[in-house]
């Protein structure tokens, strides 16, 4: 990964995304999820804070989701990671030449994107996956900076 000027912005607003503590209801969220694991994941570690994107800064795909889900993403710490919809994105990405693997489990699983970047308009896992408005609101700030950064318009 070189360090565009592209990628030193895009690593500034992840550091910003991570310490971001704007919806005391999130943050609470996933700390609580990340101390109370489901029986499944009761030995590993959660991220538990919320997510910064992640992919190549020359995307010509961008995928939007609208949250990380409590014990996929907010578990390993990226987006579309660790769960289902994580393996269904991961082998249509690798199918369409997006991606260098076809699955999606953990950070360190070695998944690079060729020209995609995954982000999300809420970047901590939302109780029964429904964000309020104040909670997006808050979290397009993020999401703007990295529209601006990767010049996308959705």
């Known amino acids: 990964m070189s360090c565009t000027p592209e990628r030193i912005l895009l690593n500034r ?3 910003r995304v991570i310490h971001c503590r704007l919806c005391p209801r999130l943050t609470n969220y996933i700390t609580e999820v990340g101390q109370n694991k489901v029986r499944r994941f009761r030995h590993e570690n959660y991220w538990a804070k919320p997510l910064p994107s992640f992919g190549d800064v020359k995307a010509k795909l961008l995928i939007v989701g609208l949250a990380p889900a409590a014990h996929g993403d907010n578990r390993t710490g990226r987006m579309f990671t660790g769960d289902s919809s994580g393996e269904w994105v991961a082998k249509v990405l690798f199918k369409t030449g997006f991606a260098n693997l076809a699955t999606s489990r953990s950070k360190y699983d070695g ?13 901590c896992a939302p109780p029964h996956n429904k964000p309020t408005l104040e909670e997006v609101s808050n ?8 529209l601006r950064i990767l010049d996308k318009t959705i």
């Open 13 to 15: 607003v992840s550091q």
């Open 111 to 123: 998944l690079i994107l060729n020209r995609a970047y995954i982000t999300a308009a809420v970047k």
């Open 139 to 146: 979290c397009s700030q993020h999401l703007c900076a990295e």
